[in-house]
């Protein structure tokens, strides 16, 4: 099987697309960063970039007038590469409409709850504000309700009465590592397929997300 054309966008450090980046190396995912694209200029993930041999592209956002314009941008620079998956790891920047509608099911993104639980900001404050037992994270299909794509898949973590949002990011980033690559895997080897906007796992479509095994290996 060929391997699947990754482009990953990012806006800082890059612990995710490190994560994609080892399991493509180690071939756990049948799969290769092809390129990395970042909105704001020296952040780590680049340098991630280009010690695995993707292309690092910096396309900052401060520099266009509008969204749509810099919407425009990182289509022509996306679209260059001619990606099979399109995934959001990190990437600060909410985006139009219309590049939402052009990569529909081929682009991902994960957010730190578990959806539809805290869309949006400050995750790990909500949750410990509303006494959950329960955090985590979702890989959800990209679609323009921010956070509002059909979810994925799902790891949990637990909230121990010792928390503060500070700790339960930590650990919710640490299952985001496991997390994202398990998602990759599935969607390069076609296991996980997308028909008229609905995901698809092993032929029958998914109604719940999928969840994923947080203990440590």
Request: charged letters at 20%.
């Amino acid at each position: 099987m060929a391997l699947k054309k990754i482009v990953v966008l990012i806006s800082g450090g890059g612990s995710n697309l490190q994560a994609i980046l080892d399991a493509c190396a180690d071939q756990r995912v049948a799969g290769q960063v092809v390129a990395v694209i970042s909105n704001r200029p020296a952040v780590m993930g680049l340098q991630r970039a280009v010690k695995q041999a993707a292309d690092a592209i910096t396309l900052d956002h401060t520099q266009f007038a509008s969204r749509a314009l810099f919407d425009q941008a990182l289509q022509q620079r996306i679209d260059f590469y001619q990606p099979d998956l399109v995934v959001l790891a990190g990437f600060m920047r909410i985006l139009t409409a219309e590049l939402v509608a052009h990569y529909h099911g081929r682009m991902i993104n994960i957010h730190p709850s578990l959806l539809p639980k805290y869309p949006g900001l400050h995750t790990h404050d909500r949750a410990l504000a509303s006494g959950d037992r329960q955090a985590g994270a979702t890989v959800h299909l990209v679609t323009a309700e921010l956070d509002g794509g059909p979810l994925l898949a799902q790891v949990e973590v637990p909230i121990d009465h010792q928390d503060d949002a500070l700790s339960l990011a930590k650990k919710v980033l640490v299952a985001e590592h496991r997390l994202y690559p398990q998602v990759l895997s599935w969607l390069c080897s076609n296991r996980l397929t997308f028909a008229k906007g609905l995901p698809q796992f092993e032929g029958e479509t998914l109604l719940f997300p999928k969840k994923i095994d947080n203990t440590p290996c």
